[in-house]
């Protein structure tokens, strides 16, 4: 097909705004699917994958499409990650697009994701086409939220559509602006090829299926290619494009979305963001700048029971094939016995790391204070990176702390900004700058919605932070943050013992002047899920040799069954056999039994 | 031969259930009496000729709820259907407030030679409490009536560790208990179900919590006002003045068989667990309905589990766990077999290791199920 005729494009929305729906509805209008097959389609590859263990995602569709004026156009719809951890997916899945749908929800206006996927998208010259999707809904405010996008970001109401993805209203209209608004791909055929990898996952049969958009050149089967990022040389073994089931395909031309088949054996030889060229006769500049995921959130992971550690290695091993931002190395703890300190995007991605080890390979784990990657000068001279707690060096060792600071986007109605300013203030937030956005209703009454930025330490956004945001703001508030740098920090680490033994789980890094405070938190919440042991338990927390907090946990005095007849017996022994049983879900600390939940609890605090 | 067992006889009636209670017992169901007598009686026939016994406890509920005549016609198809041992102890439960003299001497002529009365406070207002139906006077009074009917042997049952109740109620109720001289006192913590009343009243925070601690250091008084009295401590919750230890009780604890009897009755023959049925009205129709079968629950246990049982059992006497009886009956060095156990609980000083018996410590007391379920069997997972 003329590439004159192809429009790549993709759906930006912050959450809920009805990404998928609109998607869905994209699919079932241009007639790649009858409505009644979407649901039946989808199902088929269910079994597919069922049968043959090859995982399909449909990351990127082509839909054929004919326009108002009898032309048909190509149109490839790419998914992007809709959280903010994977920000750097989203950025490389814009470089596979001209154009960008932006999806803004008429009950809710702009959100805090909404701006930050739209700077991402002007930064790379995307055609970006505003909508006002949810007219359908009783409580949309179209007119409120079209001024709001006229002043915050920029469109004439004339550039905007009104659309409700549910019912179909306004999306033909959609589909004509895409292909009338959208540039076509700008590559050229005959130069050397050109291919970006916006996603990857691995495939048990074919090995890592690399999700790619061809820019200059011509992709074919059996090709034998090059990373030029990594250094990665691999062969095509199958080639394709999703409508939305994958269908091979002999040749992918400039401009074309499609996916390859690579036989490599890790999404980690195949990265997102890398340019594929030619392995002899390449281009010489790749397409973008290729960066490796950089995790930014770190934990350990251990195993409940010291005897599941290398069902949880292979866990782990597994999870990375398809996961190429989740980074392990083995890490030992004195209490914890073996495990691995990972790294994560973020929190929601050791959220899904975690839930997705316990339940798809079914273990029982413990994971530690999630905590960031200090950089620490010490007073020798030497430079280290510390991502764990327990490596944290001795205060009078140190010479400067650096940490790192993310730049905070909060949209909220204005009647919370007080009380927002106070959460940013217990989470060190350092204040930038406000910004003045639409009216939208709240709880029945008009509001100026606000834009506030902040900067603040990320280590401070690992606790409670959200938490707080969601409730001081009654869930109004939307938020977003960016990456900002390293900065310079006083840090101390406050340990914590329990019966005079040092339990790294537990152990964090803070300002000295949260010591006290942490402290008592951290052992009071000890005192309240460590069960009364058969002697006196201290709970201490420290820093250095001071003790800043502490409880006494104190000694079980009584724990027997009173009554035992003849008639009790077998009763009273099935109470005894829950005792048992009870003692063995327990972890040890040195001589203390503490319950599995204790560590959960602990990492709660944050 | 006659097998040598003790007989258990359960009756399940109420004129009121007390706020602490979760035992199978029915008030408001006075009316049926007569016809669980009649349905007890048939059960007692189907196990005819089997039996020698060496002790009888009428246990509930409220036993004294049967009329003197009531038990007269038990006791005569007891005597039908067993051979009674001459010295055989034969206890009966009664709550005070209800008793007359001529009442007890009718008991003393069937056979009864030991009371145990439900005393279970002096105080009225922790009576009040428990929802018991007496007061303190009461109570003193059932226990003057029974000695002057001619019992020796009276044993009375007391609570500690009520929601609130402090280590002075509980010291005057000991004292004065104790003053009286019966021959053999229970002590129970109180310990609640969730469908007891008092639990309900807990949770909705009309009372106090129960606070193990203080039921501790009500326990440590009595183990030390009751020596003073001159009883000797010899099971977890009970004492007795030298030679007046419950037989019946005794061997329960030292794993010797026994018949219960009635609703929910349990018993321990050929090393089979077996309950009755629980429910009052499934007994009554399966035993008028003739069936053979009034057992809900059939467990036996198998050499490992009986040592366990055994052993837990044995630990809750003062004299522990006898090196050479499990020698002899289970063939074991105590020592050695559980020698990992034993020294890890002697390290916690809840297990007291001596030349030829293990037992429990005064700690150990407190915190028996600590020490108990290390000496259960792994379960097969």
Known sequence: MDQKSIRNFCIIAHIDHGKSTLADRLIELTGTLRKDKIIQQVMDSMDLERERGITIKAKAVRLGYHSGAGELFRL??????????????????????????????????????????????????LEVIPVINKIDLP??????????????????????????????????????????????????????LRALIFDSHYDDYKGVIAYIR?????????????????????????????????????????GEVGYIATGLKSVKECRVGDTITLASGGA??????????????????????????????????????????????????PILGQGFRCGFLGLLHLDIVVERLEREFGLSLVVTVPGVKFMVTKTNGERLAVTSP?????????????????????ITPSGFIGALMDVMQEYEGAYKHTEYLGQITVMGEESQRVRLEYEMPLRSMLTTFYDSLKSRSRGYASLDHEFLGYREARLVKLDVMVNELKVDAFSRIIPPEKAHDTGKSVVSKLKEVIPRQLFKVPIQAAVGSRIVAREDISARRKDVLAKCYGGDITRKRKLLEKQKEGKKKMKMIGRVEVPKEAFLEIMKLG | MRESIGLYLHFPFCRRRCYYCSFVSTENREQDIPVYLECLKREI???????????????????????????????????????????????????????????????????????????????????G?????????????????????????????????????????????????????????????????????????????ILPPLDPDMAAGQYELAEAMLDGYGYRHYEISNWAKPGYECRHNLSCWLMEPYLGLGVAASSYLEKHRRTNVACLDEYI??????????????????????????VILALRLENGADIARFNREYGIDLLKHYSCQISELVDLGLLSRKENSLSLTPKGRLLGNEVFWRFLPEQPS
Not at chain 1, 167 to 187: D, M
Not at chain 2, 99 to 127: A, K
Not at chain 2, 171 to 191: Q, W
Not at chain 2, 289 to 305: K, N, Q, V, Y
């Open chain 1, 214 to 254: 061809v820019v200059d050149g011509v992709m074919e089967t059996g090709a034998k290619l090059r990373l030029m990022g990594q250094g990665t040389h691999l062969e095509v073994l199958e080639l394709g494009y999703f409508a939305p089931g994958p269908t091979p395909e002999d040749r992918l031309e400039a």
């Open chain 2, 285 to 310: 129709y399966l035993v008028c309905s003739g069936a053979a079968m009034l057992i809900e629950t059939d467990e036996e246990t198998g050499c490992d589990l009986q040592l366990a049982e055994a």
């Open chain 1, 390 to 410: 327990v490596d944290f060096p001795e205060p009078t060792e140190i010479q400067k702390t650096e940490e790192p600071w993310v730049g905070i986007s909060i």
């Open chain 1, 76 to 125: 490839n719809l790419i998914d992007t990650p809709g959280h903010v951890d994977f920000s750097y997916e989203v950025s490389r899945t814009l470089v596979a697009c001209e154009g960008a749908v932006l999806v803004i929800d008429a009950t809710q206006g702009i959100q805090a994701q909404t701006l930050a996927n739209i700077y991402i998208a002007m930064e790379h010259n």
């Open chain 2, 129 to 205: 409490l428990l929802g018991r139906l007496h007061t303190a006077s009461e109570a003193l009074a059932a226990f003057r009536t029974a000695c002057r009917s001619g019992f020796d042997n009276i044993n009375m049952d007391l609570i500690y560790g009520l929601p609130g109740q402090g280590i002075e109620t509980w010291e005057k109720t000991l004292n004065l208990a104790a003053s009286l001289g019966p021959r053999h006192l229970s002590l129970y913590c109180l310990s609640l179900e969730a469908t007891a009343i008092l639990a309900g009243q807990i949770e909705a925070g």
């Open chain 1, 284 to 333: 010489r500049q790749p397409l973008i700048g290729y960066e490796l995921p950089k995790p930014m959130v770190f934990a350990g992971i251990y195993p409940t029971q010291a005897d599941e550690y290398a069902d949880l290695r292979e866990a782990i091993e597994k999870l990375n094939l398809n996961d190429a931002s989740l980074t392990f190395e083995p890490e030992s703890s």
């Open chain 1, 139 to 192: 409580g949309s405010e179209p007119e409120h939220v079209m001024k709001e996008i006229e002043t915050v970001l920029g469109y004439k109401s004339s550039e905007v559509l009104l659309i409700s993805a549910k019912t179909g209203q306004g999306v033909s209209e959609l589909i004509e602006a895409i292909v009338n608004r959208v540039p076509p791909p700008a590559g050229r055929s005959d130069l050397p």
């Open chain 2, 45 to 127: 026939s189907n196990h005819s000729g089997r039996f020698h016994l060496k002790s009888i406890y009428f246990g509930g509920g409220t036993p004294s709820l049967m009329t003197a005549g009531q038990f007269a016609e038990l006791f005569d198809c007891i005597g039908q259907a067993f051979t009674i041992d001459k010295q055989a102890e034969i206890t009966v439960e009664m709550n005070p407030g209800m008793l007359t003299s001529g009442y007890m001497e009718d008991l003393r002529n069937c056979g009864v030679n030991r009371l145990s009365i439900g005393v279970q406070s002096l105080n009225d207002d922790e009576l």
